[in-house]
Structure formats: structure tokens, C-alpha cells
């Protein structure tokens, strides 16, 4: 049963366009969600996090948008640079601290 | 500040065969945490410690996957005896509270043939 869920394998996008990845969670009980990029043979990094008491997170080029009502979440990169080509993983925490992965979305920023 | 150190970078090893993973997380992170990942799919846990204390171990197979936090700080994990089914990728990953981000480190490509 996947409780984090990435449909679009991958996406993607010309440089200095707006990317927006797209994760579905089926547990309402989540109250913290966060996104990770990996680069190939790298673990994964840490880039922005929302709490389930907002609706929206920006640092920079990135902002996170949650929508509880229909448990969706998305990521916003913009302007895309061909260095955000990478793979994206939503994870989600139901009050514990055990964090569910998504599949992930590889993005590919084309120059 | 140093990130998560793992070792070795990558494994290739016999069916049958033992082997351990070696973690040394953030300086100051209490709360260590190992997980899988296989190709295509999203990381998945193993094991969490709180200090030296594995408080969520509930999707470690203990027939043969076994782990140790030693006074609370570096971390090995241990496969004994290797099967076809466990090439994949270990992570382990750390956080200054359970409820902080986890900063991950680059993993163990273990390979078994």
C-alpha cells in the first residue's frame, strides 16, 4: 500500500521555465512533508519542508504547496536551471518520526 | 559541519556471504536511521535509533539483517547470510531530533551475485 505517491515517473522542462513535481498522500494523519533531490551515486538532500498547519513553504527558488483537502502536495522550482536536473522524492510523517518516500520524479531541465 | 559519512562506497559480494555497512552520522544527531532503497523505488526503513536505543525496528528482517549503535553514535549494519534479493542501495541518514530533517549519506551499493 503506497501512502506516497510520485505518478510522473519523470518530467521535463527548458531552463528558466517553472517545473512543478506533484506528490499524492492517502494518510491524514501526515503532518509534516518534505521534499529531497539525489543526484546519481549521491544520497538524497534535503531542500524544503512544510507543515500541515500551512498550505505554503518558499526558500528561494523553491516553494512547496500542500492542499489537505485533497492530500496533495507539489513542488515549484522557478526559474529551472539545468543543475536542478536531478530525482525528486516527496516524504510525508504521520506524527512519528518514521518518514514515507514517495517513488520519486526524475526531472530533466533542458538548456 | 561534516555530513553523514558512509562506508564502503560499494559492495560486491557472494550469495551466503556476511556482510556489514559502517555509519558515522552529524556530530550532535541523536537520532540515527538506516534504510533501503532499490532501483526505481523510494527510500524505505529498516531501522531507527534514538541515542543507542533501535526504538523502530519493526521492518528490519531479523533472520538475517541485524544492527548495532554503539554508544550512541557511529552505526553498522550487518547482513548475514547475503541473498539475490538484497542488492540495493543502504542508506543511512541522521537527524538532530526525530522530528528534524534528515541529512542522508551518499549509501552502499551492495551488489550480490
Known amino acids: 500500500d503506497q501512502q506516497v505517491k510520485q505518478n510522473s515517473p519523470s518530467l521535463s522542462v527548458q531552463e528558466g521555465r517553472i517545473s512543478i513535481l506533484n506528490c499524492d498522500y492517502t494518510n491524514s494523519m501526515f503532518d509534516y512533508f518534505l521534499w529531497y533531490k539525489k543526484y546519481p551515486a549521491e544520497g538524497p538532500t534535503f531542500l524544503i519542508s512544510i507543515s500541515s498547519i500551512k498550505d505554503k513553504n518558499e526558500d528561494g527558488r523553491f516553494t512547496v504547496f500542500l492542499n489537505k483537502s485533497a492530500k496533495h502536495l507539489s513542488l515549484h522550482i522557478v526559474p529551472s536551471q539545468p543543475g536542478d536536473s536531478a530525482v525528486y522524492f516527496c516524504a510525508a510523517r504521520p506524527g512519528t518520526y518514521k518518514y514515507i518516500f514517495g517513488t520519486g520524479t526524475r526531472l530533466k531541465v533542458l538548456a | 559541519e561534516a555530513g553523514v559519512v558512509q562506508s564502503p562506497r560499494y559492495k560486491i559480494i557472494e550469495k551466503k556471504q556476511p556482510v556489514a555497512f559502517w555509519c558515522n552520522p552529524i556530530s550532535g544527531h541523536n537520532t540515527l536511521y538506516w534504510y533501503l532503497q532499490n532501483l526505481g523505488q523510494g527510500p524505505e526503513l529498516l531501522i531507527r535509533?534514538?541515542?543507542?536505543?533501535?526504538?523502530?525496528d519493526s521492518q528490519l528482517p531479523k533472520d538475517r539483517f541485524s544492527a548495532e549503535r554503539l554508544k550512541g553514535v557511529d552505526s553498522t549494519l550487518k547482513i548475514q547470510p547475503a541473498e539475490l534479493g538484497d542488492s540495493a542501495v543502504y542508506l543511512c541518514a541522521s537527524s538532530l531530533r526525530g522530528n528534524s530533517p534528515l541529512h542522508f549519506g551518499n549509501g552502499t551499493r551492495l551488489t550480490v551475485t
Open positions: 535509533y534514538e541515542n543507542e536505543e533501535a526504538v523502530d
